[in-house]
């Protein structure tokens, strides 16, 4: 690893500053991305501006109109959270089946917004020349390469890394925001947090140089108390996600008729996937086994797949259904 | 705001009761620290990227891995290693419950184990044994002592129950 300055910064504004004055610097909450990826020789700042002390940021107000999380609150006190777990299960189960325990103690929520692909090419800089989201313009050694952990939605030719994340795909179904600070505080619904790699796969958010996110907000709806997070992976648990969805119903007085769902994906796309073609097809409609299953197919129409990854365009439709029944009790 | 340059940045870690002030760099790891400058070599590194768990230690009580961790991060915290479990020469229960289970082979992944059981049984995740397995998953142990090393946690959870009038 590579030296660099450490700073501890205090109050929001002194971190800021901070890194306003140091070029190649970057901002430090629990380290679980930033130290692995300084180990790999993928990250290599300059300083870095450790914030995991500044006050007032690791608060979790679960009120009746919304969900706010301080982004340096740990995604165990969320997952752990009592209203969280008892009201908005699927925040609290897209945390918990997470990374591992030791891991989530670490992790902040803001962290965890900002994780890495686990691309092994974008990894290993010492192995692999070829990445675009590493290196602008040098290729992409997945198209070609080992690619059974790849994204088969919202990718380009100039990259088809999968985006980790749990909770992101929670947010994503559940029309979060993020809210950043940079002198003055901005508001980014969750769909522009994440963007598609296009020709750019080296830009993943649409925040500027020094933006420190501060807080995520859910708002709370019918939908999100009856919600779900199902992971489907290759081992039980401590492993990412090769397909999960997120997803939450919401039935009319009839007890039948679908009145709201939020269906998003995760480990099989660019960014955390909302899928919105199955929540249209479902609206309206009667709830039943049948009328799910077939809405649940539409979530991968459109997906190129690269060889070993084609597996996931018949899995995640059947990840899809099986957490929508979960919801809806038929299951 | 603190700052600490390239090299000769003393820093004060408080590591299993005692202070301790090492001159390290920023880039060393809280893992690198303990073994490389306080001298305790109970703490594991197995892979060194967050992926085993041999790592494992406490810090303000919680568990983490120490080798994402920078030295310089859990400056002033109580930093908790195998080392500082037992009690005047008398061993936590976990330990003996790990001797009296036969909970390892090659003993590698041992503290780390441990340190992550005694955290898992404080935060109440010992119900069951799929919630031990779910819970303890973030230590890996290649030579497959699994089946014992549940055993252990269940039974030194067991014990620490009944010893709870004693603080341990």
Excluded at chain 1, 107 to 125: D, H, K, V, W
Excluded at chain 1, 296 to 305: I, K, N, P, Q, Y
Excluded at chain 2, 103 to 110: D, I, N, R, V
Aim: glycine share 10%; net charge neutral; with cysteine.
């Amino acid at each position: 690893m590579n030296n660099f300055e450490y700073v501890r910064a205090t109050a929001i504004p002194d971190a800021l500053r901070a890194v306003a004055d140091q070029a190649g610097s970057r901002f430090l909450a629990g380290g679980t991305t930033m130290v692995d990826l300084m180990k790999c020789g993928v990250e290599v700042p300059s300083a870095l501006i450790d914030i995991t002390r500044l006050p007032g940021l690791d608060t979790i107000e679960a009120g009746p109109a919304s969900v706010r999380i301080g982004a340096l609150s740990r995604m165990s006190d969320v997952a752990d959270h009592p209203t969280i777990r008892k009201e908005f299960p699927v925040l609290s189960e897209s945390l918990w089946r997470g990374a591992s325990a030791q891991l989530r103690n670490m992790a902040t929520i803001g962290g965890n917004l900002m994780q890495r692909t686990r691309c092994s090419y974008f990894r290993e800089p010492g192995v692999y020349s070829a990445c675009n989201k590493r290196n602008p313009g040098s290729g992409c050694a997945a198209l070609e390469g080992v690619n059974r952990g790849h994204a088969v939605l919202g990718t380009s030719p100039s990259c088809i890394a999968t985006n980790p994340g749990d909770f992101a795909v929670a947010l994503v179904a559940f029309d979060a925001a993020v809210y950043v600070e940079n002198g003055k505080p901005r508001r980014i619904p969750i769909d522009d947090f994440f963007t598609l790699p296009g020709d750019t796969p080296d830009v993943e958010h649409p925040l500027s140089p020094g933006e420190l996110i501060v807080a995520v907000e859910i708002p709370t709806s019918p939908a999100l108390r009856r919600s779900h997070y199902l992971k489907v992976r290759d081992r039980e648990s401590y492993e990412f996600a090769v397909a999960s969805a997120a997803v939450g119903l919401e039935l009319e007085a009839d007890g039948r008729t679908i009145r709201d769902v939020r269906v998003a994906l995760g480990g099989i796309a660019t960014r955390p996937w909302r899928a919105r073609t199955v929540e249209a097809a479902l609206v309206g409609r009667t709830f039943d086994e049948p009328t799910v299953r077939a809405a649940s197919r539409l979530a991968t129409e459109g997906a190129v797949d690269h060889g070993e990854d084609r597996f996931k365009i018949d899995l995640a439709p059947r990840v899809v259904a099986r957490a929508l029944l979960t919801v809806g009790g038929t299951s | 705001m603190a700052k600490s340059a390239i090299a000769d940045a003393g820093i004060r870690l408080c590591i299993n009761g005692s202070e301790h002030l090492l001159q390290i760099e920023p880039r060393v790891t809280l893992l690198d620290a303990l073994r490389e400058y306080a001298h305790l070599f109970g703490t594991k590194k197995g892979c060194d990227q967050g992926q085993c768990g041999a790592c494992t230690v406490h810090v303000d009580g919680r568990r983490v891995l120490a080798c994402l961790t920078l030295a310089s991060q859990v400056e002033g915290l109580a930093i908790t290693t195998i080392e500082g479990l037992a009690v005047n020469g008398s061993l936590h229960a976990v330990q003996e419950a790990f001797i009296r289970h036969d909970a390892f082979q090659c003993g590698y992944c041992t503290s780390g184990q441990i340190m992550s059981a005694v955290a898992c049984i404080n935060e109440g995740r010992t119900g069951s044994d799929t919630s031990i397995r779910e819970y303890m998953s973030g230590n890996l142990c290649r030579c497959g002592a699994y089946p014992h090393i549940v055993a252990a946690v269940r039974d030194a959870a067991q014990a620490m129950d009944l010893g709870e009038g004693r603080g341990r």
